[in-house]
């Protein structure tokens, strides 16, 4: 941890959030909105994914992307990979975290990457050991996501058993962070606590791990409540709640990063950044927008009268 | 707590939803609606407040409404009033609860009924007076509501020390259920649990005590769920988030009750409400809406697919 954060923030919009929308931006407006939320204070950023451009034309311009943003003083540049395929490009283009996202539920595994949950930890190796083989990348980290950690669309429940098994085959094949991920936005509070809670004692309570809400029912800001109670410290958000998972049918909106930014710092817990300058890279994003919708409440309503965010009163 | 329910809920729409908003609502419509919701299984309804009908025109009705549902089976009618006048005509009406709010900011509380503190602390002494006066009251119960308990629009931070004086004076008088309220937003679920876990300490641990909380900036049911774990057991809320304070600038919208609804059924805490009753209740609300905003999710997305709510699951 970053000295003097308490919990890191990792903004995913301009990869979740523009995934998920008609909307093609401009690679200069990424890179604007990039820059903007880096110079926020956001020390994470999710600036794209290494996929197919057929399949996400959205995101095709994101090896410029991560050119374009590497000179950014103190950013961490994570992408997003469903195969081996998108992690040698994403190496090549100079990202420093490889997340590779396996659906704990088989069929939501199926329908997102063809793959079985088996065949993408296969791929998940072959991903490590493409890293270990270039000194070169040593540096890049490789995070395993487990997608569906809380239910699935296709499937309805998914069995805590099974996401510990996930998280302990990532782990083991040399996953150096965890982001657990409710894609479809169907955790509550006690089953968010509850998983963390296992989930550490599975991997140890001193493995990075990461928490992915989404707010489709209410509730994201709630999960992220009971993630901190369970000792859960970064958090992914997208600004204005941007975005969705193009695969799980009803699935609407990450939580939003400055409501959560507001949560966090009201709670005394410093994040390092600034919820004004968030609001200047919520502007940015917005103008390329057409007209999507976005989300969030402290936009509207602003700070409470006499507040003073944890990481200015530090 | 009445048999097989876990958490009970308020639903404080026909009330503090109605008032804020510039339509008047047919007295014949709030009847239908409170009974919709009743019959969904909410135990206790706020159906209106005794104040002058110039002040709240929308809520001029209160008496005809009381009357009107005092046949609806297990429905807890409760009603606000501003000082012993406003109690004196809720108790000949009938209403089941008096609420009487002090707002624990002094600034706010003289905005809001041109009262001290203190004053409005010898007003609730009066009203359980009152009540005491005629053995036909007796089973009315007597709430103190403990207004800007988390912040103040006014005068901005508010001290605990302050609410644990109020709620004690309350106590003192005779409250037997305290109300302790988040009027204009401001609350974080830290802050949450550590004065409810304090309130606990200071007027016992089996006392009643209820919360009411807004979700101006997007914090509402992560403080439902910290007051949870605090051990609060009883909450406010509105149907689609109808509502605010009209004494309070920029505060908009109490959380919504079939969101929380659903946030308590996932944990697999008994309502016994019923999230379509719910859902049917909110088509009845709408129709006399007049295109005011009503908020929410579940509306929109839904149950996850295979969600048993804890009250069926029973």
Redesign the interface.
Same mark, same amino acid.
């Given at each position: 941890m970053t000295d003097g954060i308490d919990v890191l923030v990792h903004e995913v919009g301009p990869r979740d959030g523009l995934q998920s929308i008609q909307t093609i931006f401009p690679t200069e407006a990424k890179i604007d909105w990039i820059r903007t939320e880096a110079a926020a204070g956001v020390p994470l950023i999710q600036v794209g994914s290494f996929v197919p451009p057929k399949l996400l034309p959205q995101l095709a311009d994101t090896g410029e992307v991560v050119a374009a943003c590497k000179d950014i003083d103190g950013l961490t540049m994570t992408v997003l990979v469903p195969n081996l395929k998108g992690a040698e490009n994403g190496m090549k283009a100079g990202a420093h975290m490889i997340g590779q996202v396996i659906s704990v539920s088989e069929a939501h595994n199926q329908s997102n990457v063809r793959r079985s949950v088996q065949e993408s930890l296969d791929d998940f190796a072959r991903i490590v050991e493409h890293r270990d083989s270039d000194p070169a990348y040593a540096d890049i980290v490789i995070s395993g996501g487990l997608a569906t950690s809380f %239910?699935? +669309?296709? *499937? &309805?429940?998914v069995d805590p058993a099974d996401v510990m098994r996930v998280a302990e085959g990532l782990v083991e094949r040399g996953a150096q962070r965890l982001s657990v991920a409710d894609t479809?936005? /169907?955790g509550?509070? %006690?089953?968010v606590k509850d998983l963390f809670t296992e989930l550490y004692r599975t991997v140890g309570e001193d493995f990075p791990v990461g928490a992915h809400f989404h707010? +489709?029912? &209410?509730?994201g800001? #709630?999960n @992220? /409540?009971?993630a901190l109670?369970a000792g859960v410290r970064e958090f992914d958000a997208s600004l204005g709640g941007l975005g969705g998972c193009p695969y799980a049918p009803?699935a609407?909106g990450n939580i @939003?990063t400055e409501?959560m930014v507001?949560?966090l710092e *009201?709670? %005394?817990l410093r994040t390092g950044v600034s919820l004004d300058g968030l609001v200047a890279a919520r502007e940015i994003m917005e103008r390329h927008l057409g007209g999507e919708p976005t989300h969030? +409440? /402290?936009i +509207? #309503? &602003?700070p409470?009268? &006499?507040f003073v965010p944890a990481s200015k009163a530090a």
């Open positions: %239910g699935c +669309t296709i *499937s &309805g429940p479809v936005g /169907y509550n509070p %006690g089953q707010d +489709t029912r &209410g509730l800001l #709630a @992220v /409540y009971a109670e009803g609407t @939003v409501d507001f949560l *009201s709670m %005394g969030g +409440t /402290y +509207t #309503a &602003g409470p009268k &006499g």
